[in-house]
């Protein structure tokens, strides 16, 4: 960090903590509190978690984290002309520590760019996007209250800031369950002390982030993981490609259930407003593993749901998007030039009920990616070049979208 950066950090980090201990005491009167005020200075380091403040008497720890991403794309559609797009496609910044006491944590994220903030959805700009407090209840378990990522499907719970290519795969956009304003359970312990057992349980309000009035009815949701070759080396579980070079295999197998009664939305969490509510199941599957450099990874998803198309006259139909998708990814990292190529196909299946309903017809995706790493995941440049099929299931008809993205990630 420059010296001058460096002293400016310092002189906040002294204004934010130097009054944090306040001690109220009373004056004779009894009519207003006088505060003691702290002498010293909290202190300011930057390490691998960010920026990280401290108050003088250890009563806090405050961790700033934020990222960029950069992100141009070219796409050429069957009979279309080429198009081009730039943008800042992802700008956040995250607050996370403790206060008072270890065990009582915090997770503030917020974005800023118009794609992070499902603008089009909604119709507000959701700058809000985590705003959560954990408590270690005990040595294994952990609870959560607030707005918060459920435990879906792996690509989705892995930070954006830890993928390969820019973009997740069709799969997740069509079945990802995302966030909400939750209540949640989690378990991590091991079985014989060697192999890492996760479960998590959640009831939620089932209509997204920041949700105005909601619907009668919850979201259930479970999430189940082992690893039965032991834990990841430096948490390679929540991040992609094999950037540690695992020495010897390791193994990640979850599944995840979960129930939206009454949703609103045609994902649940996501998309547009359905013009009636409607109950949906959706089962997740995933398996990871890594070794030497390698690391393979596949998904599947199933979404369940009685009448799924809603109506109203005179508009298009509106529909929740049951059927099932499948991924599978697979890259090896180079670790003397920091290069990692990746390869990725996905495709997802409407149900028949859905045939001649706008926006879900039946997708085919290939893509080919090449990373850069300057360091780690928090700066790196990557290369992507791929193609999706689309086939209308009224009509049959086919299109084939060429897409070519370059992005630039840049953190803390």
Known sequence: MPA????????????????????????????????????????????????????P?????????????????GEKADGQPLAFNGQVRRLRVRFGGWLMD????????????????DFADTGFPNIVRDA?????????????????????????????GDLQFAERTIVNLRFNIDRDFLLMGSLRDTVGGKVPVYLT????????????????GLAYTGRFEVQPFGAFTRGGDDFEGDIEHEPTPKLALGAVYSKNVNARRTGGQLGATLYAPRTMETFLADALLKYRGFAVYGEYADRSAVNPVTRSTGQPDRAIYVGNGAMVQASYHIRN???????????????????????????????FNLTRYLKRHRIRTAAEFGWVNTRNEATLVSTRTYIGRFNIELGI
């Open 4 to 55: 001058c950066v460096y002293t400016v950090v310092r002189v906040a980090a002294g204004l934010l903590f130097a009054t944090a201990p306040l001690a109220a005491q009373t004056d004779t009167a009894g009519t207003r509190p006088t505060p003691t005020v702290v002498d010293r200075p909290g202190s300011v380091t930057v390490d691998a978690r960010g920026v990280v403040f401290a108050a």
């Open 201 to 216: 349980g959640v009831v939620s309000n089932g209509e997204g982030r920041n949700a105005g009035i909601t619907a009668a």
């Open 102 to 117: 270890p065990r009582l944590t915090f997770n503030l994220q917020l974005s800023f760019s118009r794609g992070d903030q």
């Open 132 to 160: 959560s407090v954990s408590y270690q209840a005990t040595k294994h378990l952990r609870l959560t209250a607030g707005q918060a990522k459920l435990p879906g499907n792996r690509q989705r719970v892995i930070s954006s």
């Open 337 to 367: 030039a920091q290069l990692e190529p990746a390869f990725r196909y996905a495709v997802t299946a409407p149900d028949a009920v859905l045939a001649g309903v706008a926006g879900t017809d039946r997708q085919e995706q290939v893509a």
């Open 57 to 73: 008497d250890s009563s806090a720890e405050i961790i700033m984290r934020f990222r960029m991403q950069l992100l141009s794309t």
